[in-house]
């Protein structure tokens, strides 16, 4: 039962221009919704979060935007950067229930 | 402050023995959770505990369990191992909000 999904595995951008990686959801319950960044050989680190009474949350060249309606949210990289390469999560939860989309690879080519 | 730490770092059985991935979250997390990557896949939800107590359990067969102890540390027992099981396993925790600190991972191979 996969309640998040990435349907994108893969995703090239040239340095310098914006990368957005999407994610949607099935269960309306899921309050927060986060992405995680993983290198190889390295367990996840987090990047940036949303709560779902918010459409938007911005942490310097990241940004997420949540809609709820569509169940959707996606992740802008402005300007993207070659050490932004690496396999994107994204995840949803409720009540601490945490799940996980497949990932989405980011490479940004110089 | 140390982060959450998992060991051993590889893991090599053969098919039907049992492997045991012990995991230690950061001090103050009460809540643990197990996820299971293989290779070209996303992250599998196996198991969250929490206070000691198993909360949810992805959809993995019985012979996939763990346990947490008191001091919120955790272990995933897999038994009768097959072929598939082989994969990276992620530990993570949290306090009450689930922005989740994980740790570098379990590789296990089950030749």
């Known amino acids: 039962d996969q309640q998040v999904k990435q349907n994108s595995p893969s995703l090239s951008v040239q340095e310098g221009r914006i990368s957005i990686l999407n994610c949607d959801y099935t269960?309306?319950?899921?309050?927060?919704f986060l992405w995680y960044k993983k290198y190889p050989a390295e367990g996840p680190t987090f990047l940036i979060s949303?709560?779902?009474?918010?459409d938007k949350n911005e942490d310097g060249r990241f940004t997420v935007f949540l809609n709820k309606s569509a169940k959707h949210l996606s992740l802008h990289i402005v300007p993207s950067q070659p050490g932004d390469s690496a396999v994107y999560f994204c995840?949803?939860?409720?009540?601490?229930?945490?799940?996980f989309g497949a990932g989405t690879r980011l490479t940004v080519k110089p | 402050e140390a982060g959450v730490t998992q060991s051993p770092t590889h893991l090599i059985k053969t098919r039907g023995q049992q492997a045991t991935l012990r995991c230690s979250p950061i001090?103050?997390?009460?809540?643990v959770y197990w996820y299971q990557q293989a290779l070209g896949l996303g992250l599998q939800f196996l198991l969250w505990?929490?206070?000691?107590?198993?909360?949810n359990r992805g959809n993995f067969p019985p012979r996939f369990s763990g346990r947490q102890f008191p001091n919120y540390s955790s272990e995933l027992n897999v038994n009768a191992l097959e072929l598939e099981d082989s994969a990276l396993y992620l530990c993570?925790?949290?306090?009450?909000?689930?922005?989740?600190?994980f740790g570098s991972g379990t590789q296990l191979s089950v030749l």
């Open positions: 995840a949803a939860s409720v009540n601490n229930d945490m799940r």
């Open positions: 001090s103050g997390h009460t809540s």
């Open positions: 993570a925790s949290s306090l009450s909000y689930p922005n989740g600190a």
């Open positions: 505990y929490d206070e000691g107590e198993e909360r």
């Open positions: 949303i709560s779902s009474i918010k």
């Open positions: 269960n309306s319950m899921f309050d927060y």
